[in-house]
């Protein structure tokens, strides 16, 4: 029997073998660093619901902590290794205050993820009913698609790509991002950060004065001009000194 195939079919599957075989274009590399901290951004934003939530007790703190299991289950051996290349970028801006190895970025990062999940949801606003409506409408809200990081197309290009480059036991859980330190973002101004605070005022575009330490008698701040950290003030008893950064 005779098989007869047209040009143009047989130029059209020419084309769809030729299109199939076409080579993926290479990952940019260089955008690694911004990927990672997309990623942070993400795990801080979330373990801030979560936490918040759970805070209110009852019903919202089963659901909270079973979602923030589910989480973890899924996205935390990437979060680890995103952790570990931004820890790794950053090596060179770390300063050391009491027993802890920081970076400014790492820290205002910390401060800014989490304040946006305050933001959005205002607990503090709200009656307790409507705190516990709020944190039960949140919380349904969350499925297994769209809670995994990988669900953002920039992240699931990049996935394997940081696993590969992980180089600390990403099973492991703590605190991101590990050169913030587990400091907490809701301290309290101290004795001195208001005079600090004014004093930084006006000498920059968008000034801003977060919050290191405050166990009377010590305390520390970091004056950012915008992202730029300039200086880092630690005070005892009241008397700070100045290290620029």
Not at 32 to 52: C, D, G, H
Not at 118 to 137: A, G, H, P, V
Request: hydrophobic fraction near 35%; glycine fraction near 2%; charged fraction near 20%.
């Amino acid at each position: 029997m005779n098989i007869s195939v047209s040009h143009s079919a047989l130029l059209a599957m020419v084309l769809i073998l030729s299109a199939c075989t076409t080579p993926v274009a290479p990952l940019d590399e260089t955008r690694l660093p911004q990927v990672a901290e997309k990623i942070l951004q993400e795990t801080l934003y979330y373990n801030s619901l979560f936490t918040q939530c759970a805070r209110l007790g009852g019903d919202n703190e089963l659901e909270a902590l079973e979602k923030q299991q589910d989480w973890l289950a899924s996205n935390w051996q990437l979060a680890a290794a995103a952790d570990n290349l931004y820890s790794q970028q950053h090596a060179n801006y770390t300063f050391n205050y009491k027993t802890q190895k920081l970076v400014p970025a790492a820290l205002l990062l910390n401060q800014k993820t989490r304040q946006r999940a305050q933001d959005e949801l205002s607990l503090e606003k709200r009656t307790l009913s409507n705190q516990q409506k709020t944190c039960s409408f949140r919380l349904k809200q969350m499925t297994a698609e769209n809670m995994r990081l990988n669900s953002d197309h920039e992240i699931a290009l990049y996935e394997q790509a940081l696993l590969n480059q992980a180089t600390v036991n990403t099973h492991e859980v703590y605190d991101l991002p590990s050169l913030a330190g587990g400091i907490a973002t809701d301290l309290a101004p101290g004795r001195s950060y208001f005079p600090i605070a004014h004093q930084h005022e006006g000498t920059c575009d968008q000034p801003y004065t977060l919050i290191v330490d405050n166990e009377w008698p010590q305390e520390a701040y970091i004056n950012f001009c915008s992202d730029l950290a300039v200086e880092l003030l630690t005070c005892e008893w009241g008397n700070c000194q100045s290290t620029s950064l």
